[in-house]
């Protein structure tokens, strides 16, 4: 018997429950519009909910993301952290990062989060070698920027995260505003959609993960990781 979508009553009735959207939230998104950032990119409390739930399963402490904005996952992060935890956000646009560090500071947790600027694949070689460094691998992973390079990311996952971490990654199964095109399109011209074809083919299949794609909003894909680092 097909399943019928979920109404969006449902969907909101569960947000509104579980992730209501508090002041700091509501700030990030206005500053947001004010800084003529493109509406819509930040992940929606259902989906900040389900990193923090996962977050706090896995004890994560250290977590870095690629894409900013203007930091709403970055504060959904932050907030399940304990308080010596930390957020490294990469994000390629001076100027939202200039937002987002500001916007972070008013909320609370500017301590918490560091946003460096800086294209997130030119980022991979410091972020590793800090990790070897510091014999400290990440505990979370989340891609959300970049998206015609999420195997390559996948691919550096492996040397970073720790036994147990998460890689996470949004806009896995819908493209949205991408040209109409769709994940499932074999003449596709976007090159974020084989890319993404790509990464889900390889997380599925990937011998240090286990892994699903969540069907919320553009669809999150959630991996552990149970390999070894190979840092540290
Ligand atoms: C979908 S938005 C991120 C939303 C954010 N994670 C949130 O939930 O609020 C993608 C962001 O990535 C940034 N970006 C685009 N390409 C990038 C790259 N190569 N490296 C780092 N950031 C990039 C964009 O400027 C944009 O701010």
């Given amino acids: 018997m097909p399943i019928e979508p979920m109404p969006v009553e449902l969907l909101e009735y569960a947000s509104d429950l579980f992730a209501p959207e508090d ?23 259902d989906v ?3 990193f923090q739930v996962l ?4 004890g994560a402490r ?25 957020v490294y956000s990469i994000e390629i646009n001076p100027e939202y990062a200039a937002v987002a ?16 600027v800086g294209a997130g694949r030119d980022m991979l070689p410091a972020l590793e070698r800090e990790v070897r460094e510091s014999r400290t691998p990440f505990d979370a992973i989340f891609l959300d ?14 040397r970073v995260l720790r036994p147990g971490g998460l890689l996470l990654a949004d806009n896995v199964l819908r493209s949205g505003s991408w040209g109409g095109q769709t994940l499932l399109d074999p003449t596709a011209t976007d090159p974020r959609i084989p890319a993404i074809r790509e990464f889900n083919r390889l997380l599925a299949t990937h011998p240090q993960f286990t892994a699903t794609l969540v069907p919320i909003r553009a669809g999150v894909a959630v991996g552990i990781f149970h390999g070894s680092s190979a840092l540290v």
């Fill in 48 to 50: 900040g909910r389900l």
């Fill in 55 to 58: 977050c706090r399963a896995v």
């Fill in 101 to 116: 560090r500001r916007e972070l500071a008013k909320a609370g947790v500017g301590e918490k989060v560091e946003v460096r």
């Fill in 145 to 158: 920027a970049d998206k015609a390079h999420y195997p390559e990311f996948l691919a550096w996952s492996v």
């Fill in 62 to 86: 250290k977590v870095v993301e690629f894409g900013t904005l203007a930091g709403h996952s970055a504060l959904w992060f932050a907030r399940a952290l304990p308080e010596e935890g930390k």
């Fill in 23 to 45: 002041a700091a939230l509501k700030a990030l998104t206005r500053a947001a519009q004010e800084a003529g950032m493109p509406a819509g990119w930040e992940i929606t409390p």
